[in-house]
């Protein structure tokens, strides 16, 4: 229904998806992306292009494997153009690369804590979507699964995963 009332303009309408669909979004886009700026400015698109682009919608029953699409899209058009804005001001700079040697082993801890993070971003990466989104939200966000299944649009199981 509110997909419907927001393809005929109405803002209210879709003023609710957004508030619906933001935990998803953001993170989907949080598992990709680390700074909060960045992710906040990469959901801030991933509606602004679901609201351009909404009449495209074939399913509107199908609104969030959509918005979840385009929100994994984001993510990753922001990685590539960040990884060519960073070789780019390296070369700019006409600086030397950054020390790659290996890290003092009294610091292993935090180096331990982001090579955990970029296995299971790597892992995630793999999953459709709309896995990504429940995983992310259930370990990630800590959401209880009628929460994500209502956010997502689905019918909670009949077993009850949050005891």
Known sequence: RLVLLSREGDRA???????KYSGVVRAL?????????????????VFLQAWLRLASL????????????IAVNRALEVLRRGERRRVASLEAAEVDPPDTRAPDPADGAPLEREE???A???????????????LVLR???????????ASLGEQAPG???DR
């Open 13 to 19: 309408a879709f003023g609710e998806l957004v508030r």
């Open 159 to 161: 077993w009850d995963l």
């Open 120 to 134: 299971m971003v790597r892992c995630l990466s793999r999953l459709d979507e709309r896995t990504q989104a429940v």
């Open 58 to 69: 074939a399913e509107p029953d199908r609104f969030a494997g959509w918005i979840s699409t």
């Open 116 to 118: 955990e993070r970029d």
């Open 29 to 45: 886009v949080r598992a990709r992306l680390r700074g909060r700026a960045e992710v906040e400015d990469a959901a801030q698109d």
């Open 139 to 149: 370990f990630r966000e800590g959401r209880q699964v009628k929460d994500i299944a």
